[in-house]
Nanobody, 125 residues
Framework: QVQLVESGGGLVQAGGSLRLSCAAS?????????LGWFRQQPGKERELVAA????????YYRDFVKGRFTISRDNAKKMMYLQMNSLKLEDTAVYYC?????????????????WGQGTRLTVSS
């Protein structure tokens, strides 16, 4: 089992930066988990923001965050991060971290087995 706990959300002005963190705990080796950050905006389905494989650290970004967000991991600390720069109003959402033992980059929410509880980001003008 893996437990995931996000932190770092809050209120930030448009154009600003914020880093989300996700702490993992449990028996499964964190270094062998594919990781993902998702977000859910009011009235919308949960969508992938960024993902990272465990076997070769391949990363994947949705177009709407490319060049602005960076996903990373620290296997020794069992942590994953989402560095968010140049934030826009439309980035406002609840952000979730997710993990799965699958090989490669995992794209769809249905493929992820482990989920955090979410952290809210509000971007203001």
């Amino acid at each position: 089992q893996v437990q995931l706990v996000e932190s770092g959300g809050g209120l930030v002005q448009a154009g600003g930066s914020l880093r989300l963190s996700c702490a993992a705990s449990g028996r499964r080796s964190f270094g062998m988990l594919a990781l993902g950050w998702f977000r859910q905006q009011p009235g919308k389905e949960r969508e992938l923001v960024a993902a990272m494989s465990w076997n070769d650290n391949t990363t994947y970004y949705r177009d709407f965050v490319k060049g602005r967000f960076t996903i990373s991991r620290d296997n020794a600390k069992k942590m994953m991060y989402l560095q968010m720069n140049s934030l826009k109003l439309e980035d406002t959402a609840v952000y979730y971290c997710a993990a799965d033992p699958s090989l490669g980059v995992v794209i769809t929410p249905e493929e992820y087995y482990y989920w955090g509880q979410g952290t809210r980001l509000t971007v203001s003008s």
